[in-house]
Nanobody
């Protein structure tokens, strides 16, 4: 049974940093792409960043480029999202996802999802 468990969310001030973690278990993810999406109240779930488990090639949405960094630790089967210079508009529930379809920015291409972790940034 595949499980993705996020942690690390919280309430911070604008300009602060947070690191989200996603612990993956239940299968081998070496051929998968891993990603972070986020969903703010009343908005669609949107792509934040993705990384190929094998090779570590990553991609980031323009809105977070230069501030957020996705990475993975193969030994720990964990994906991270380092978030710096947080802004109030980054407030959302952040979801970890795993997809066998390959590297994609579309939520429809991800097969497995975590339960989400809340990030709240106040000004």
């Amino acid at each position: 049974q595949v499980q993705l468990v996020e942690s690390g969310g919280g309430s911070v001030q604008a300009g602060d940093s947070l690191r989200l973690s996603c612990a993956a278990s239940g299968r081998t993810f070496s051929s998968y792409a891993m990603a972070w999406f986020r969903q703010a109240p009343g908005k669609e779930r949107e792509f934040v960043a993705s990384i190929r488990w094998s090779g570590g090639i990553s991609s980031h949405a323009d809105s977070v480029k230069g501030r957020f960094t996705i990475s993975r630790d193969s030994a720990k089967n964990t994906v991270y999202l380092q978030m710096n210079s947080l802004r109030p508009e980054d407030t959302a529930v952040y979801y970890c996802a795993a997809g066998s379809a390959g590297w994609s920015t579309s939520k429809d291409d991800y097969n497995y999802w975590g339960q989400g972790t809340q990030v709240t940034v106040s000004s």
